[in-house]
């Protein structure tokens, strides 16, 4: 037998969609604004109606049980359908809004990005907050779908089922190397490229294989010597050491800004790189990510 919804708190329901989204009771209820004695209270008010745990701890936070992992799909559709009514009763307001946006990118992005962003939110839209989502746990948690995350800027790889997304820029592969390196005043041969040390950058399997795969065309491998998953420690490792590696030429040139960088061409013929913004079809027609949409869109293009 169903649950009367007349004897039903709906938002119990909303405390419950945050947790499982978030599989934390700190973050949800940071997202909800509210205590986390709230959130806990509200799950337990909840065990008792639904019969079920719902999550368990776990060493890496709250794990949703077979009955709660059942009932996240339609809890958050269910959830969607409400907001929509809600948002045609009140037009969307970007001064006044509280809404709080979540964001998907690989770190290089965030330094370009976020300090324009949070300037423009705070002269737009005072009332509302970002949250940044890596992207390890986007694509684990399925966020785009489920609603962990509004927008992700990256690079088009495997299609994602019911997502949009527009072109953002393109740049270049450049290779990046200390200032006063032996090899930063001259022309890098494919030679010299090859023997150097270098550090190689892997967010996800599937990514950042372009270079090595040139090189495989040409009979060649490169001496890698480092490994890392993020941007950020590629050129502070690169400024204090031999090591080479390759960045898109915008980041190279913003990291040259700060660090003793010199930027030269990689010798070999290498796709461009193009970075899209990307959203699910849950969002679309929401006003709020729209006006999120056209702000990261705008910054880009250097408006």
Known sequence: MGVNLSNLDLNLLVVLDAVLTEQSATRAAARLHVTQSAVSNALARLRAVLGDPLVVRTRRGLAPTPHAVELQPRLRAALEALEGVTRDAAPFDLATTTREWGLAFADVHGVILLPKLVDRLRREAPHASLRVVTLDRMFATSALAEGGVDLYVGIPGVPMPGCHSQPLFEDELVCILRRDHSSARKPLTLARFVELPHVQLKIVPTRGREIDEAL?????????????????????????????????????????????????????ELPRVKVSLHWHKRVARDPAVQALRGMVTEIFAGK
């Open 216 to 268: 495989a065309r040409e009979g060649l491998t490169r001496h890698t010597v480092l490994t890392v998953p993020s941007f950020a420690a590629v050129p502070a490792i690169v400024a204090t050491t031999d090591c080479v590696a390759a960045l898109s030429r915008r980041q190279a040139e913003y990291y040259a800004q700060t660090l003793p960088l010199r930027i030269l061409p990689i010798p070999l």
